[in-house]
């Protein structure tokens, strides 16, 4: 995605504020699959950095952090998007980064300063898809 495109999604996310709807009614497959496409994306979601995901080939993902296979049964939706968003609360020393916050960060590259790594309706998204994982 071209930077002002990115620029702009983010400007609308955070226009949303944490007011956007949580959506688990809205959920549809069509958001599991653009969700699972952020999970597999080595550019953007990047979790098989450190994450197994069922259907990634196994030479192309971590180790570093738990499967993700059956996480959808372990956690609740809420939990999975606490999980991508304040990743310090379970633990602090995490090295998940958090999806949603946009301050407070470090050598932030000039043209992604402010910007949340997801959108709200990302963020939406990957939860309906990790909520598949059973
Ligand atoms: C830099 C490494 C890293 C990246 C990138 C990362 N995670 Fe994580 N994640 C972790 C670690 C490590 C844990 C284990 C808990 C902890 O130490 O924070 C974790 C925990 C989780 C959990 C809880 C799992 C459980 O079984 O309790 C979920 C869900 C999760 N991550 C989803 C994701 C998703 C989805 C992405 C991409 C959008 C992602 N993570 C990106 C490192 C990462």
Known sequence: MHAPVLAAVAGWALAL??????????????NAARGAALVANR?????????????VA???????????AGVGARLSTAQLRERL??????????????????????????????QPLFSEAQLDDVVAYLATLR
């Open 17 to 30: 504020g944490t007011t956007a709807a949580c959506a688990d009614a809205a959920a549809s497959p069509d």
């Open 43 to 55: 550019n953007q979601g990047l979790c098989v950095l450190c994450h197994a995901v069922p259907g």
């Open 58 to 68: 196994a030479p192309l993902h971590g180790s570093l952090a738990p499967d993700l």
């Open 85 to 114: 968003t304040a990743p310090e609360r379970f633990n602090p020393d995490s090295l998940m980064p958090s999806y949603r916050r946009s301050e407070g960060l470090t050598r932030v590259a000039a043209q992604r300063q402010g």
